[in-house]
């Protein structure tokens, strides 16, 4: 199997399909909540509207960055949630979150294998593989985030 397609796996494990690692996925823990649970604070926790959007921020502009070939996202933004507000908010957001997801996915399974170890944008953000990684990375470590905050809602 080569990279693209590995990668690509394991990108959709985490935020579509999978069960492997977390034993579950994004689109599973987002799907099957409402637009009161995704905004209810817990502590002094981000909300799971709040984590979604954080994700999808980086889906976005990663995605914006390999079509036009400039980064044009900064992380001071990347929690800048518009306000939900009713059940259509949370719905968009998700709709948002799982098409570029798959986008995502997909435009890395099309990568060629030589893509991966070529300077992404700038060489200061190392390669195109170790932000991709990244990218996995932090969305295992903000899923363990949601699941929790999921279980801490239930025992409210």
């Given at each position: 199997m080569t990279r693209n397609i590995t990668i690509a796996s394991r990108l959709r494990e985490v935020l579509l399909n999978g069960h492997w690692i977390a034993n579950t996925n994004y689109?599973?823990?987002i799907q099957n909540i409402n637009w009161e649970q995704a905004t209810q604070?817990?502590?002094?926790?981000?909300?799971?509207?709040?984590l979604t959007y954080h994700i999808n921020y980086y889906l976005e502009g990663l995605l914006n960055a390999f079509e036009n070939g400039k980064l044009e996202i900064s992380d001071k933004y990347s929690f800048d949630l518009?306000?939900?507000?009713?059940e259509a908010d949370w719905n968009k957001l998700v709709a948002d979150f799982l098409n570029n997801s798959e986008k995502f996915a997909n435009k890395v399974e099309l990568m060629d294998d030589s893509y991966f170890d070529q300077p992404f944008i700038d060489e200061k953000y190392g390669?195109?593989?170790?932000?991709?990684?990244?990218?996995?990375?932090?969305?295992?470590?903000h899923l363990?985030?949601?699941?929790l905050i999921k279980k801490m809602q239930t025992k409210n």
């Open positions: 689109k599973e823990q604070k817990v502590a002094n926790l981000n909300t799971i509207a709040a518009p306000p939900i507000i009713a390669t195109f593989l170790r932000n991709i990684e990244g990218v996995i990375e932090h969305s295992y470590y363990g985030q949601i699941s």
